[in-house]
């Protein structure tokens, strides 16, 4: 475990930079997710997580091996699909308006990294 044992809030202690995030930012109260990590030696982690106000992002998340890895081809078409998910279940209305959320970016930093 980290030492302040917080992944997202301080993923230095895990031996981690963010990478690449996206969230639903429609959400006032709660939160909405889906974050990618990179180590030292240039792996891509990834996870998403979502919640009320009162829990802290990725508190569960205790060790690197509870994350997702960016290994190869079905590694990549793994995060795809995930990601894919999580923005559409993230485009569903909230209180009647609907959500942009925007995973492009996210998508393009990890397909351009992977394929360099």
Same mark, same amino acid.
């Given at each position: 475990?980290?030492?302040?044992?917080?992944?997202?809030?301080?993923?230095?202690?895990?031996?981690? &930079?963010?990478?690449? !995030?996206? $969230?639903?930012?429609?959400?006032?109260?709660?939160?909405?997710?889906?974050?990618?990590?990179?180590?030292?030696?240039?792996?891509?982690?990834?996870?998403?997580?979502?919640?009320?106000?009162?829990?802290?992002?990725?508190?569960?998340?205790?060790?690197? !091996?509870?994350?997702?890895?960016?290994?190869?081809?079905?590694?990549?078409?793994?995060?795809?699909?995930?990601? %894919?998910?999580?923005?559409?279940?993230? $485009? %569903? +209305?909230?209180?009647?308006?609907?959500?942009?959320? +925007? %995973? %492009?970016?996210? &998508? &393009?930093?990890? $397909?351009?990294?992977?394929? $360099?």
């Amino acid at each position: 475990m980290g030492e302040d044992g917080h992944i997202y809030c301080n993923p230095e202690s895990f031996g981690l &930079r963010i990478f690449a !995030e996206t $969230r639903n930012e429609a959400m006032d109260y709660a939160f909405s997710m889906f974050v990618v990590w990179q180590d030292a030696a240039g792996q891509l982690f990834w996870a998403e997580d979502a919640g009320c106000s009162c829990p802290d992002p990725f508190e569960d998340i205790t060790e690197i !091996e509870q994350l997702n890895t960016i290994i190869g081809a079905d590694g990549l078409e793994a995060f795809f699909n995930a990601l %894919t998910a999580w923005g559409d279940h993230n $485009r %569903t +209305d909230t209180y009647g308006d609907p959500c942009t959320v +925007d %995973t %492009t970016k996210v &998508r &393009r930093k990890v $397909r351009e990294y992977m394929t $360099r």
